[in-house]
């Protein structure tokens, strides 16, 4: 049997370690951690719209299935619950979007995450509602490119 050199058996150790690390994922909690929501978004579905829908978007990271349940304090959402099933190191997503009733008044859209571990993560969305419209109160836009991966250029922007 042919000797390997030192540098090929350490790269195989360390592969070895990585492949059984339990504490944590390229993109989060492994199954003895609670799943989380990394990204939460809320946004108008169109800028010309002042009084609605809104669109939802979560993404969470755990193990086994997740089972994604918006809640409204008033209004109406496209999508209640939901069940995805996510892969060990990769990120489950959801969306929903949310016509908040016409009363002015602040409502909030609940999204609960839950995993197969049995763990649970929550995050809440608020808008307000008056007599010129409705707009998001939180979470504030991110900034960042949504849906992931897709990026949209105004005539004379460059990137």
Same mark, same amino acid.
């Given at each position: 049997?042919? *000797?390997? #050199?030192?540098?090929?058996? !350490?790269?195989?150790?360390?592969?070895?370690?990585? =492949?059984? @690390?339990?504490? $944590?994922? /390229?993109?989060?909690?492994?199954?003895?951690?609670?799943?989380?929501?990394?990204?939460?978004?809320?946004?108008?579905?169109?800028?010309?719209?002042? *009084?609605? #829908?809104?669109?939802?978007? !979560?993404?969470?990271?755990?193990?086994?299935?997740? =089972?994604? @349940?918006?809640? $409204?304090? /008033?209004?109406?959402?496209?999508?209640?619950?939901?069940?995805?099933?996510?892969?060990?190191?990769?990120?489950?997503?959801?969306?929903?979007?949310?016509?908040? #009733?016409?009363?002015?008044?602040?409502?909030?859209?609940?999204?609960?995450?839950?995993?197969?571990?049995?763990?649970?993560?929550?995050?809440?969305?608020?808008?307000?509602?008056?007599?010129?419209?409705?707009?998001?109160?939180?979470?504030?836009?991110?900034?960042?490119?949504?849906?992931?991966?897709?990026?949209?250029?105004?005539?004379?922007?460059?990137?």
């Amino acid at each position: 049997m042919p *000797r390997l #050199p030192c540098w090929v058996l !350490a790269a195989i150790a360390f592969a070895s370690v990585s =492949a059984c @690390d339990n504490w $944590t994922g /390229a993109y989060g909690p492994r199954s003895e951690q609670n799943p989380v929501i990394v990204r939460f978004e809320a946004r108008a579905a169109s800028p010309q719209q002042d *009084r609605g #829908p809104f669109e939802l978007m !979560a993404l969470a990271s755990g193990v086994g299935t997740m =089972a994604f @349940d918006w809640r $409204t304090s /008033a209004g109406l959402l496209s999508v209640a619950s939901q069940s995805v099933p996510v892969a060990s190191d990769s990120l489950a997503t959801s969306y929903s979007a949310y016509m908040p #009733p016409r009363t002015p008044g602040t409502y909030d859209v609940t999204l609960t995450v839950k995993d197969t571990g049995g763990g649970a993560f929550q995050r809440t969305a608020r808008f307000q509602v008056d007599e010129r419209g409705a707009r998001v109160l939180s979470p504030q836009p991110t900034g960042i490119p949504w849906p992931p991966g897709l990026m949209v250029l105004r005539l004379g922007e460059s990137y």
